[in-house]
T-cell receptor, first 113, second 113 residues
Framework: DQQVKQNSPSLSVQEGRISILNCDYTNSMFDYFLWYKKYPAEGPTFLISISSIKDKNEDGRFTVFLNKSAKHLSLHIVPSQPGDSAVYFCAASHPSGNTPLVFGKGTRLSVIA | SQTIHQWPATLVQPVGSPLSLECTVEGTSNPNLYWYRQAAGRGLQLLFYSVGIGQISSEVPQNLSASRPQDRQFILSSKKLLLSDSGFYLC????????????FGPGTRLTVL
């Protein structure tokens, strides 16, 4: 059973426009959510996170929104740049912090110049 | 600051040969450590995690094993590699407790021929 789902395997966006990547989760015990960006042949890099006590967290061009009632989060990238082209993974954490993060399968973002 | 190292960066091994991938973390103590595999075009599959020296949890049955001989050292091994073991292997670390990010190493590309 997939507890974290990224239902769009790929997304194409024009440079300068907004990219919206979506993530859904099923376990209401998750209380901390993270987004990672991964280039080919490299390890994922941490991008931005949000605690369940918040509904929005912003860092420069990146904003994560959390809708707990819908068990849904999204990552907004504005404006999108060609260097943003990568695979983006959503991850969720249990309160204990010692159980492993649960990752979605990723969404490949292509930003077209 | 903390850094995570993996080696080798790339490895080509024949079927049936042994495997040893090493991961070390610097700048932190008692980290939670993780081994992931990313097969071509797939998501991140958690293989093993460890919350302390000598403590290993296995997520999927396979012909791989992991060991943690020192606090900041995590080793992934196999006695006999299979073709299906090919993939991109990632080590990661995370502090225990709540609301902490997880950081990945640069990865090892393993090709089994």
């Amino acid at each position: 059973d997939q507890q974290v789902k990224q239902n769009s395997p790929s997304l194409s966006v024009q440079e300068g426009r907004i990219s919206i990547l979506n993530c859904d989760y099923t376990n209401s015990m998750f209380d901390y959510f993270l987004w990672y960006k991964k280039y080919p042949a490299e390890g994922p890099t941490f991008l931005i996170s949000i605690s369940s006590i918040k509904d929005k967290n912003e860092d420069g061009r990146f904003t994560v929104f959390l809708n707990k009632s819908a068990k849904h989060l999204s990552l907004h990238i504005v404006p999108s740049q060609p260097g943003d082209s990568a695979v983006y993974f959503c991850a969720a954490s249990h309160p204990s912090g010692n159980t492993p993060l649960v990752f979605g399968k990723g969404t490949r973002l292509s930003v077209i110049a | 600051s903390q850094t995570i190292h993996q080696w080798p960066a790339t490895l080509v091994q024949p079927v049936g040969s042994p495997l040893s991938l090493e991961c070390t973390v610097e700048g932190t103590s008692n980290p939670n450590l993780y081994w992931y595999r990313q097969a071509a075009g797939r998501g991140l599959q958690l293989l093993f995690y460890s919350v302390g020296i000598g403590q290993i949890s296995s997520e999927v049955p396979q012909n791989l094993s992991a060991s943690r001989p020192q606090d900041r050292q995590f080793i992934l091994s196999s006695k006999k590699l299979l073709l299906s073991d090919s993939g991109f292997y990632l080590c990661a670390w995370r502090r225990g407790g709540r609301d902490n990010e997880q950081f990945f190493g640069p990865g090892t590309r393993l090709t089994v021929l």
